[in-house]
């Protein structure tokens, strides 16, 4: 590519203005006997310059689109050289040059062919030089476009990898045409070119086929949840469906997108159990506060008391949901359960409680009845027991129980080093939670006992109110 520059005049002066005349009148006949008239207007439309060379160089005949505009002269050197290999080798050549024109800088593209005379040697050139300057210049366009569209589609793509939506298109046929990532289970090879009942479970296919025939059919979007079975899983898709329209303003197609609301619905069904669950155990614990009310009262021996107990237990209640509520209701570890319920004495100096057990979890139904009845018992050694006094010790251990023909957890509350216990006359409201309560709302073996050296008790859970025993140590 080079660049031109020269005179106005464009022509050498070596053509003679009767030459000039000489080659209008030769062109006037060829127009006159074969039309090249026509021709010539369209080279004019086509901006087109041709022009003959001698051997020489020497101009013999001119072309130009416009009167009076030629391209500038002389050549520069490189344009010289290549007509000269022209010359040498009778190939033709192609070479891009930069022109000074009258409107600006131009640039054109010029092929040289080769002319044979009579005896078939070479004896002069034609050339043929088109302006290409807006060609280029749309080309550098399209580059930088096409450039920059791949920039916004890798973000594109990039942004929807990391997302959780699926862009995807179909035909009037509703065959996929394009999709963005996989779906349904399907990689994007498994999905191109076929239509849902390809893809997908029939039992899935009507809700979403319905969706999409609507917005063919009304050329209005259409918005929707749909479920589909994917292997053993259930997943949730929102679905939104928007028209595609061809030029003539008729639906050539739809553009959807698939969002996966899988979690969200997840978390909805668990949001309306645990709302059923808690109008149920809102009535259950009404109602244990009303039979703690009542006994704490039947066995209380003044208001205050009264006031006392009552609050105590009350607290250890709410320990125990405090607990459920961490874990989202699902259910309770043994050993935070036994913690929680025995804080108020575990940072007394001399180490007066150890705990050790196996990674259990408890059901919300056992954690809670569980929780009342180690209250019991601690306050029932704070007041009576070994935590009464400072030599006082007591071990709280469990173990799992895998074997016979109902599989349990098996916890020992041994009481040591206090003052010496006898059997009481008659069972408090803390035996009857301990006992009672726990055989009947867990179907638990409680054995309690008052031996002389200090309380013992025995309580043996069920598999069925445990969610995942666990064999090793803590």
Not at 64 to 88: H, W
Not at 255 to 278: F, N, Q, W, Y
């Amino acid at each position: 590519m080079t660049d031109q520059t020269g005179s106005e005049e464009g022509l050498p002066r070596r053509i003679t203005q009767g030459r000039v005349r000489s080659m209008a009148k030769a062109g006037a006949a060829l127009d006159a006997d074969h039309g090249i008239g026509q021709f010539e207007s369209a080279l004019r439309a086509a901006r087109l310059y041709v022009f003959s060379q001698d051997k020489t160089l020497q101009h013999m005949q001119v072309h130009v689109p416009r009167d009076g505009q030629t391209l500038p002269a002389p050549d520069g050197e490189e344009i010289l050289a290549i007509k000269r290999k022209v010359l040498e080798s009778g190939q033709p050549q192609n070479v891009e040059a930069f022109y000074a024109m009258p409107e600006g800088r131009a640039l054109f593209s010029i092929h040289i062919d080769p002319t044979f005379g009579p005896d078939g040697k070479v004896d002069g050139i034609t050339c043929r030089a088109i302006d290409i300057t807006m060609i280029r210049s749309l080309e550098r366009e399209q580059r930088r476009l096409t450039a920059e569209l791949g920039t916004t589609l890798q973000r594109y793509e990039t942004a929807l990898r990391g997302s959780n939506v699926t862009v995807f298109t179909h035909d009037r046929d509703l065959r996929y045409t394009s999709i963005s990532n996989p779906l349904f289970g399907r990689a994007v090879r498994e999905i191109v070119g076929r239509a849902d009942h390809e893809i997908m479970p029939v039992e899935n296919v009507a809700a979403i086929a319905a969706l999409k025939q609507a917005a063919l059919d009304s050329g209005l979007p259409k918005d929707g949840e749909v479920r589909v079975n994917e292997g053993t899983s259930i997943r949730w898709y929102d679905l939104h469906i928007e028209p595609v329209r061809d030029g003539s303003g008729a639906i050539a197609g739809l553009t959807c997108s698939a969002v996966d609301i899988t979690e969200r619905k997840e978390g909805e069904a668990h949001l309306r159990l645990l709302m059923r669950e808690l109008t149920h155990r809102s009535k259950n614990l009404l109602a244990v506060i009303q039979a703690m009310a009542r006994q704490t009262a039947r066995h209380a021996g003044s208001i205050d008391g009264f006031l006392d107990q009552f609050s105590a237990r009350l607290q250890a209640l709410a320990r125990s949901h405090d607990l459920l509520v961490q874990e989202e209701w699902h259910g309770v570890a043994l050993a935070e359960l036994v913690r929680s319920q025995l804080a108020p004495y575990l940072d007394r100096s001399g180490a007066q409680i150890a705990v050790n057990g196996p990674p259990v979890m408890l059901r919300p139904e056992a954690a809670q009845s569980l929780g009342l009845a180690l209250h019991e018992l601690a306050i029932n050694a704070v007041r009576f027991g070994a935590l009464s006094t400072p030599s006082g010790r007591i071990s709280i251990a469990w173990t799992w129980q895998p074997g016979g023909e109902r599989p349990a957890v098996e916890i020992m509350w041994e009481e040591s080093g206090g003052p010496e216990v006898g059997a009481p006359a008659q069972r408090g409201f803390g035996s009857l939670v301990v006992e009672r309560n726990l055989a009947r709302a867990l179907e638990a073996g409680v054995d309690l006992t008052f031996d002389r050296e200090g309380v013992r008790c025995r309580i043996t859970i069920p598999v069925t109110q445990l969610l995942r025993p666990v064999g090793t140590e803590t």
